[in-house]
């Protein structure tokens, strides 16, 4: 069984940074996608970002260019880099993983997830 566990989250101004970390346990992740999804009120799980066991990175539209994620396989953590943040950026985060061949963009692609962290941004 892998337990994920996301932190870093916060409040933060509109231009600033956040740096989120998901940090697994109970298996090693290396060989696994790992991605992030947000989720906003009355929206639905939006994909943000994920990694390959590789390296490969993928981006949603509305962050590219602004976050990046990265990953320690040592450490078993996986990481998002959000600078230039908006207002539009405010919702609770989601770390997930998958060890299927291929990287999803869709929730239903990845089995773990944790239990979210919130981010809000201040216009």
């Known amino acids: 069984q892998v337990q994920l566990v996301e932190s870093g989250g916060g409040l933060v101004q509109a231009g600033g940074s956040l740096r989120l970390s998901c940090a697994a346990s109970g298996r090693t992740l290396s060989s696994a996608a790992m991605a992030w999804f947000r989720q906003a009120p009355g929206k639905e799980r939006e994909f943000v970002a994920a990694i390959a066991w590789k390296g490969s990175t993928y981006y949603g539209d509305s962050v590219k260019g602004r976050f990046a994620i990265s990953r320690d396989n040592a450490k078993n953590t996986n990481y998002l880099q959000m600078n230039s943040l908006k207002p539009e950026d405010t919702a609770v985060y989601y770390c997930?993983?998958?060890?299927?061949?291929?990287?999803?963009?869709?929730?239903?692609?990845?089995?773990?997830w944790g239990q979210g962290t919130q981010v809000t941004v201040s216009s």
């Open positions: 997930a993983a998958d060890f299927r061949n291929y990287v999803g963009r869709r929730p239903t692609e990845y089995d773990y």
